[in-house]
């Protein structure tokens, strides 16, 4: 098994497809997941003409609805392309470790990846960096906006006490909130397409014809494949930690 690759070596030319394919193929899907809740947030919007004055205002339940399941396929989406860590399943680390093979002499037929591609895959790797933790950036940004908001106008925001802890809650978002989120999908969704033909582009070179993506509808997936492979894949990780 290769170092750089525990758990799914990538040795020979087969592995490289296998594992582009699934990334390929989980892209898509999510992909389709982003660009419906995209719709959605873009008919919510509208139905609420916030696209028209920004200090309207929604319920901040129906921001939370919105910014929740986008976050978590927007994050599956980063991983999938931007991951580097050893462990992860990644165009990035498809990338990396195929140019480290061909620069070894196996032959996968791959281009050398533009420039603008290479700064692309850094962004995701910055975006996925920084979705993934608290910066302490934010903690320290939002305590010198809540001290410059007590020193401008004491009475109205008083001092800022250690006990209790007081958590906001807020009842409405503005409008620009909304806005911002969808126009900021939209971009990112750009970005991910881009991604996408690049990897389907890598694909066709491994196989040397051009590659289809169809979609395959069933009904239902069975109950007993997902379980037996997230167990599968937990028995792994759990064997690496040992």
Known sequence: MSKDSKGFPLVCKEDFIYYLR?????TARYLIRLKRYIKE???FNESKDLNDDISKMALTIEYESFFDKIRYVETVLMNLIGDKTKQALSYNKFREIADKRMSKGLELNLEKLS???KKNLNRFNNWRNTNLHIPLSL????RELAEHRVAENPELFGHIPNNPIYVDQYE???SSLFIMMLDSNKEFYGNLRKMHQQMKRDYSKLIGESVYVVLDRKKVMMIEDHITINQMSNEKNLRKDL
């Not at 903690?139 to 939002?142: C, D, E, F, G, K």
């Open 22 to 26: 699934d990334i390929i193929a989980t």
């Open 115 to 117: 420039d603008e591609m």
């Open 41 to 43: 947030l873009e008919e």
């Open 172 to 174: 409405f978002q503005y």
């Open 139 to 142: 903690l320290s940004a939002t």
